[in-house]
């Protein structure tokens, strides 16, 4: 059966050196620990530079091992930088998309890429997808739930979300923050609690903001197995009774979980168990988040415990990944 992984992340070999010469974008650097080199961010999130980031031979080698016939691409969410000055950031995203699409090219139909788009710029982020998907033969992108003090459903956004729906391409929404966020500095609870709190937020707002009404051929796919999305549905649907500035929705919003995509990453056999009865088996992609520390394991190693038909196990495993990105894919 086709393994297609939905999550997992790339540095461009150009960015990795400029940030080795001291000259990377926004400040990025590189520091060797114990033999272990680490991107450095300036506000102060830092993470191994692993070779599979990288490296074609060694992510390939990678996918062999962990049991992926397909990886569906996307750039280290670190290197957004929404936070940056527009036509700068405009430049590092079509930079960053070139050279994902090259490196992808050289996988023979095993990587299929997703765009980078500077948010900050909602107008050259729908002409840099436009080009992406056009031009380049990305299946997607890549997007932050927040950018600076905007969420996704703040209207400069909806020219952005309006051509993902027109263009008939998945955006993969994954939070992403290279400083410290309030409260949550200590323990990596920055990452651990604040990645999937930010895409709960997101979602929640695109559902009572009536986004998903106004669009209804948007497709979003949540990381990190939703965030807290769907194990608090019922407060959400609670306070669209009772609260007033929660009714512009036009329906209950536990009604809205399937008009998500969810990735296997939740790090336990319940909560996934859960997720795939909740929302059906056909709303559920695998994903891994490779080579980031935070990564999950290989499909059987993440599904194992999980009674699933065959037929639903095959969705999961790839057939729902294949469907959402249009991947083409003729099985070995």
Request: with cysteine; charged share 20%.
């Amino acid at each position: 059966m086709l393994t297609i992984d939905v999550h997992n992340h790339y540095v461009p070999p150009e960015v990795a050196d400029d940030a080795r010469r001291g000259d990377g974008f926004d400040g990025m650097r590189t520091e060797v620990v114990d033999g272990q080199e680490w991107v450095v961010h300036r506000q102060g999130y830092r993470y191994p530079l692993l070779p599979a980031f990288h490296d074609h031979e060694t992510r390939l080698a990678a996918m062999d091992e962990r049991g992926v016939d397909v990886g569906v691409l996307s750039i280290a969410p670190t290197l957004f930088m929404y936070w940056t000055e527009a036509s700068g950031a405009a430049d590092f995203a079509r930079r960053t998309n070139d050279a994902l699409a090259a490196f992808a090219a050289e996988a023979d139909g095993r990587i299929r890429p997703v765009a980078n788009l500077a948010m900050q710029d909602p107008d050259a982020a729908v002409a840099e997808l436009r080009r992406a998907v056009a031009d380049l033969g990305m299946c997607g992108a890549q997007i932050g739930p927040v950018v600076g003090d905007l969420s996704l459903d703040d209207s400069s956004f909806r020219p952005l979300l309006a051509a993902a729906a027109e263009l008939d391409v998945p955006l993969i929404v994954h939070p992403s923050n290279v400083g410290v966020r309030r409260g949550l500095g200590d323990f990596y609870l920055t990452n651990l609690v604040g990645n999937p709190l930010e895409s709960t937020i997101c979602a929640a707002r695109l559902i009572f903001g009536g986004v998903l009404d106004e669009l209804p051929g948007l497709r979003i796919v949540l990381m990190h197995g939703g965030g807290y999305l769907p194990y608090q549905f019922g407060r959400l649907d609670h306070g669209h009774h009772v609260r007033p500035e929660a009714r512009d929705c036009a329906h209950d919003p536990s009604s809205y979980l399937t008009r998500f995509w969810y990735d296997t990453i939740t790090h336990a056999t319940e909560p996934l168990r859960y997720l795939i009865g909740l929302v059906g088996a056909s709303r559920v992609v695998y994903g891994s988040d490779f080579p980031f520390d935070m990564a999950g394991g290989p499909y059987a190693e993440q599904l194992a415990g999980i009674e699933l038909d065959p037929a639903d196990d095959a969705a999961i495993r790839g057939g729902n990944a294949a469907d959402l990105f249009g991947l083409k894919i003729e099985e070995a």
